[in-house]
Nanobody
């Protein structure tokens, strides 16, 4: 079955960096959309960034220029490099995957999440 396991979360001061990883298994890695979402207390889950099998990327406006999503096909990994972190980036970050239908992705599979805390 499909499994997504996040790692790399932690606590950092504002302006710092973290690199999240998502180890994927149970499916052909490059056949699904993959992305990162986040959720903080009292807020809805939001899409942070995603990447398609063709390499096209999407970033939320709030993270453009600071976060970079990529795919490591050799390791079945989905890194998210986060630079210039802000306190408002504090959230649980989730890795997600799913098939693409037309221009949309069906986020059918989710990891357990990893906590990112940014202090001012």
């Amino acid at each position: 079955q499909v499994q997504l396991v996040e790692s790399g979360g932690g606590s950092v001061q504002a302006g710092g960096s973290l690199r999240l990883s998502c180890a994927a298994s149970g499916y052909t890695f490059n056949s699904y959309c993959m992305g990162w979402f986040r959720q903080s207390p009292g807020k809805e889950r939001e899409r942070v960034a995603n990447i398609g099998g063709d390499g096209n990327t999407y970033y939320a406006e709030s993270v453009k220029g600071r976060f970079t999503i990529s795919k490591d096909n050799a390791k079945n990994d989905l890194p998210l490099q986060m630079n210039s972190l802000k306190p408002e980036d504090t959230a649980i970050y989730y890795c997600a995957a799913g098939p693409k239908y037309g221009s949309s992705c069906a986020w059918a599979y989710w990891g357990q999440g990893t906590q990112v805390t940014v202090s001012s």
